[in-house]
C-alpha cells in the first residue's frame, strides 16, 4: 500500500533523516537506536494517532487516520520535538504547522461528532 506520507525518526539529528512508512517501523527503530531518548518520552510517542506529528505530510496522514488531541501531553512532547528538530532545516517547521492545524481541526470535529453520536445513542 503506499500512503502519502512518510513518518520521520526526530532522534536521528546528527545524520540524514530516517523515513518510515509505519509507525510501528519508526517506535521498533526508535527502541533499538534510541533507548536513552526514549528514557523521558511518552510511552505512546509513537502510536498511530501521535505518528502525525511526525509525519512529513501531515495533511495526506490525517486521511488514513485519527490524530491525538494536541493538548495532550504526548502531542505536545511530540511537537516540542519537531519544532527542535526543524529548528535551522529547510523547509522548516512552516508546513509541519500548516498541516498540523488541519489535521487539528479535523480531530476535533471528529471528537465532537462521536460525542453528539454518543449523546443521542443514550436517549
Not at 502525525?52 to 505536545?76: D, G, L, M, Q, R
Request: hydrophobic content about 35%.
Amino acid at each position: 500500500m503506499i500512503v502519502g506520507y512518510q513518518l520521520i525518526c526526530l532522534f536521528c539529528v546528527d545524520r540524514r533523516p530516517k523515513l518510515f512508512s509505519r509507525s510501528g517501523n519508526l517506535r521498533y527503530h526508535a527502541k533499538s537506536k534510541h533507548p536513552i531518548e526514549l528514557r523521558v518520552a511518552p510511552n505512546d510517542l509513537f502510536s498511530n494517532k501521535v505518528a502525525f506529528y511526525f509525519s512529513t505530510e501531515p495533511a495526506a496522514f490525517i486521511k488514513c487516520h485519527e490524530v491525538e488531541n494536541p493538548n495532550s501531553a504526548t502531542a505536545s512532547y511530540a511537537t516540542y520535538l519537531v519544532t527542535k528538530w526543524a529548528a535551522g532545516r529547510s523547509p522548516g517547521i512552516s508546513s509541519w504547522i500548516k498541516g498540523w492545524e488541519l489535521g487539528c481541526e479535523s480531530s476535533a470535529k471528529s471528537r465532537k461528532r462521536k460525542s453528539i453520536e454518543v449523546f443521542h445513542t443514550s436517549d
